[in-house]
């Protein structure tokens, strides 16, 4: 089992930046796909960005590509998302997700992420 606990978030204004830990515990997380993902009031939980385990397949959407950057320090058993350039339509609760199995085509969709985190509130304010 994986552990996972979401801080960093909070208010801020748009243009500002953030970034959101994913502390893990449990397991160690160097051999984990990591990733994550936000949900808006009335909207389904949606993918923001993830790694496989080398790291070396890193996927973003569309949305936040060359505003956010994912990263992980195994050393700390922590991954992490920094958030640069926010704009209100990044506001939502954001989740961090783990899973030890999941291939490159699933992980757009949370379905197919075992462990998660409870969420931090991201506000960005025009």
């Known amino acids: 089992q994986v552990q996972l606990v979401e801080s960093g978030g909070g208010s801020v204004q748009a243009g500002g930046s953030l970034r959101l830990s994913c502390a893990a515990s449990?397991?160690?997380?160097?051999?984990?796909?990591m990733g994550w993902f936000r949900q808006a009031p009335g909207k389904e939980r949606e993918f923001v960005a993830a790694f496989l385990r080398s790291s070396s397949y890193t996927r973003y959407a569309d949305s936040v590509k060359g505003r956010f950057t994912i990263s992980r320090d195994n050393a700390k058993n922590t991954f992490y998302l920094q958030m640069d350039s926010l704009k209100p339509e990044d506001t939502g609760v954001y989740y961090c997700a783990a899973d030890s199995g999941i291939i490159l085509s699933s992980i757009f969709e949370s379905r197919h992420w075992d462990y998660w985190g409870q969420g931090t509130q991201v506000t960005v304010s025009a």
């Open positions: 449990g397991r160690t997380i160097n051999r984990y796909a």
